[in-house]
């Protein structure tokens, strides 16, 4: 398990949380509306003659991202779908986790793939209220990706400009968490000071880095192997700075109130990414296919062999939210002043997981004594 201290290399994260900070994003305009109606064009159908569960339909809310290939897999594949019967699968793409947590707190998403920081946010902007974490989907899948010629060391890292996805974000924080540990100063808001941390939608950055108005970005796959293809260098692969190189980069989050009326579809969601996870580490190369076909449909453009395949090698699928990673990736974000103290106790639920992995004669996981009482 990771520490705390201040001086550690570890994951950073979590810039969720203050109210003041979801605010300041949601004012900005990051993220984007969901786009459902794009997605469940081309999703599995419900099989005829299957049980309906207690609920019509279930909202699925994740990111087209390689971090959320257990969404994108199990979704392109029916595994999910297979598992709810005739309760339909109503699946909705965000670019950011904000927007995502708007939705969720709208209704328009019951159960979601996100990152720690806005989970963390969600949770905390409506005083345990809002969410519970669920379950894990992805550890690994960031690095920082530099321009060789201007950077060739960590130290050099220094007085460039660097690109994050938005501002309070899991890599931004990271990031953030990162320089700190250097000696170096940033405001956090502004991100000026000994680097410059330039906030910019994912989408965008590989044209940013191109046209040199960034030198490099701490990132996400698969933007990471598309700098990399663009001529960048990995100075980092954040998988170090971390015990066991394990950090929880995607979790399943869920309504509270939909878990609480809604126990069955919730269960046969979570048995669906857990038998999602096995088929992918059983079947990589064939789940890259399939999280790439599903990219195509949401994007229109698959990923190049040069991006998608050793984006793949730094991602692991896994069931473990690695709940206390979460708790360090939240002090990063304190320590970063995006985040006053929070109090996380209870943020997880992870009974209706541990049936399932029982059931299925795997370990339970556990949640770092973060766990609804």
């Known amino acids: 398990m990771p520490a705390t201290r201040p001086t550690s290399h570890r994951r950073l994260a979590v810039a969720a949380a203050l109210p003041l900070v979801a605010l300041v994003l949601a004012s900005c ?29 279930v909202k699925i809310g994740y990111f087209p991202n390689l971090t959320h290939a257990t969404a994108l897999v199990g979704i392109e594949q029916g595994i999910f779908q297979k ?20 939705a969720l707190n709208a ?35 960031v690095e920082l990706v530099v321009n060789p010629k201007k950077i060739k060391s960590l130290k050099d890292v220094k007085g460039k400009k660097i690109a994050t996805p938005q501002l309070g974000n899991t890599q ?12 170096w100063k ?20 590989p044209d940013a880095y191109k046209s040199g108005s960034i030198d490099g970005a701490w990132v996400p796959e698969p933007t990471a192997s598309k700098l990399v293809a663009a001529g960048g260098k990995i100075l980092l ?16 989050i869920v309504k509270q109130s939909f ?3 809604h126990p069955d579809v919730v269960e046969a969601v979570l048995r669906g990414s857990v038998n999602t996870n096995k088929w992918i580490n059983a079947n990589p190369d064939a789940a890259k296919a399939s999280a790439n076909a599903a990219l195509k449909k949401l994007s229109g453009a698959e990923l190049p062999a040069d991006v998608i395949d050793p984006a793949w090698k730094t991602i692991q699928f896994t069931d473990d939210p690695l709940a206390s990673t979460l708790q360090a990736e939240a002090d990063h974000a304190v320590k970063a002043g995006l ?22 004669g795997q370990p339970a996981v556990d949640d770092a004594g973060l766990g609804a009482k």
Not at 83 to 102: M, Q, R
Not at 108 to 136: E, H, M
Not at 186 to 205: E, F, H, L, M, P
């Open 29 to 57: 305009g990051y993220g984007s509306d969901s786009d459902s109606d794009k997605d469940a064009s081309a999703k599995p159908a419900a099989s005829s003659g299957a049980k309906k569960l207690s609920a019509d339909s």
């Open 339 to 360: 985040l006053k103290k929070p109090d996380l106790a209870g943020i997880y639920d992870l009974a209706p997981l541990n049936k399932i992995l029982q059931a299925a």
């Open 186 to 205: 940033v405001d956090a808001q502004s991100g000026k000071g000994d680097v410059s941390v330039v906030r910019t939608d994912n989408k965008i950055t």
């Open 107 to 141: 209704g328009s998403v019951d159960i979601g793939f996100i990152g720690p920081s806005p989970a963390v946010n969600g949770y905390t902007a409506t005083k345990g209220q809002s969410l519970r974490i669920i379950g894990g989907s992805a550890s690994g899948g």
């Open 172 to 183: 931004d924080v990271a990031f953030l968490n990162w320089i700190s540990d250097q000696g």
């Open 237 to 252: 692969d954040e998988r170090d700075l971390w015990p066991d190189k394990k950090f929880v980069i995607t979790n399943i």
């Open 259 to 261: 878990l609480k009326e």
């Open 83 to 102: 598992e709810l019967g005739a309760t339909k699968v109503a699946p909705a793409t965000f670019n950011a986790g904000p927007s995502e947590i708007e």
